[in-house]
């Protein structure tokens, strides 16, 4: 299956990070830095894992939540704004801050 159009831009963005990674997973791509599972592009959407402190920022923009089927939310994935997917500098924060959140978590 081909790279997403999306997901190669993404990972263009994001040229300024070392380590990103990404896989194909549930029908999208998986985004990581060193191990830690941060952000995923799906239907040329792109979401990034949020807590609740930083999903207020998502919400503030008028994004929501990931949904990959009709009767499954995943509320800690929300969608990023595509003015910040075109800033490469913004979209680094975001992604930091999507890192940090799962980090802080311990999650991976």
Avoid at 1 to 24: K, W, Y
Avoid at 50 to 75: H, I, Q, W
Avoid at 80 to 94: F, G, H, K, N, Q
């Amino acid at each position: 299956m081909e790279e997403d159009n999306l997901l190669s831009f993404v990972v263009d963005q994001l040229g300024g990070l070392d380590g990103i990674t990404t896989r194909r997973m549930f029908g999208g791509w998986h985004i990581g830095r060193a191990g830690v599972f941060f952000g995923i592009v799906f239907k040329e959407r792109l979401y990034f894992k949020t807590s609740d402190e930083s999903r207020a920022r998502y919400e503030a923009e008028g994004m929501g939540p990931f949904r990959p089927r009709p009767k499954v939310t995943l509320k800690t994935l929300f969608e990023v704004p595509v003015d910040v997917i075109e800033d490469s500098e913004a979209l680094t924060e975001w992604a930091l801050e999507a890192i940090a959140c799962q980090e802080a978590a311990g999650l991976e």
